[in-house]
């Protein structure tokens, strides 16, 4: 894990806007018992208004990601808040499992972690860390299945697409 310092004052978070191949990356650091640690990634339209990291970790986080936009086969090395129920830890360490350039259907997640496939999917759904926990390479049997329904899911099947087409699976 990258090594970063600690900080002091308690009421650090951040906030900043990265450009990405298919739109923008959203990106929020928290302080979280003394470690400065991302607390989400969201998915955002190219329009967004772009906002320089202002602390070493929201930079750290947008070299690694833009590392990976170079490379699927970039490895994230980032500290996360933990979140999520135990479910959804579940299906998010199980989809850390699926190589690059791979997929695997909700059912065969769900067979793996012993639950069932619209659970895995709602768990893909609320996954606060994209690109870093890879629920975009979880897809239907009937194709590529939802993803992120719950805003503009025109936007993000968009990004499902990029991202499985970077990854050489499309």
């Given at each position: 894990?990258?090594?970063?310092?600690t900080?002091?004052n308690p009421?650090v978070t951040?906030?900043?806007?990265i450009k990405?191949?298919?739109?923008?990356?959203?990106?929020?650091?928290?302080?979280?018992?003394?470690?400065?640690m991302l607390?989400?990634?969201?998915?955002?339209?190219?329009?967004a208004v772009?906002v320089?990291?202002?602390?070493?970790l929201?930079?750290e986080?947008a070299?690694?990601?833009?590392?990976y936009?170079?490379?699927p086969h970039?490895?994230?090395?980032?500290?996360?808040?933990?979140v999520?129920?135990?479910?959804q830890?579940?299906?998010w360490?199980s989809t850390q499992?699926?190589?690059?350039g791979?997929?695997?259907?909700?059912?065969?997640v769900a067979?793996?972690?012993?639950?069932?496939?619209r659970?895995?999917?709602?768990a893909c759904g609320?996954n606060?860390?994209p690109?870093?926990?890879?629920?975009h390479r979880?897809?239907s049997a009937q194709?590529?299945?939802?993803f992120?329904?719950e805003?503009a899911?025109?936007l993000y099947r968009?990004i499902?697409?990029?991202l499985?087409?970077?990854?050489?699976?499309l």
């Amino acid at each position: 894990m990258t090594s970063l310092p600690t900080l002091s004052n308690p009421n650090v978070t951040s906030y900043c806007v990265i450009k990405a191949p298919f739109g923008c990356l959203g990106i929020s650091t928290e302080l979280v018992e003394g470690s400065l640690m991302l607390s989400r990634i969201d998915y955002l339209p190219s329009n967004a208004v772009l906002v320089a990291p202002q602390n070493q970790l929201a930079k750290e986080i947008a070299r690694q990601c833009n590392a990976y936009f170079k490379d699927p086969h970039w490895q994230f090395d980032l500290p996360t808040k933990p979140v999520g129920t135990e479910h959804q830890r579940k299906v998010w360490t199980s989809t850390q499992d699926i190589p690059v350039g791979k997929t695997r259907t909700y059912g065969e997640v769900a067979k793996k972690i012993k639950s069932g496939a619209r659970a895995v999917g709602t768990a893909c759904g609320a996954n606060p860390y994209p690109l870093i926990t890879p629920c975009h390479r979880v897809v239907s049997a009937q194709g590529i299945g939802g993803f992120m329904k719950e805003n503009a899911p025109g936007l993000y099947r968009q990004i499902k697409f990029w991202l499985l087409e970077h990854e050489g699976v499309l």
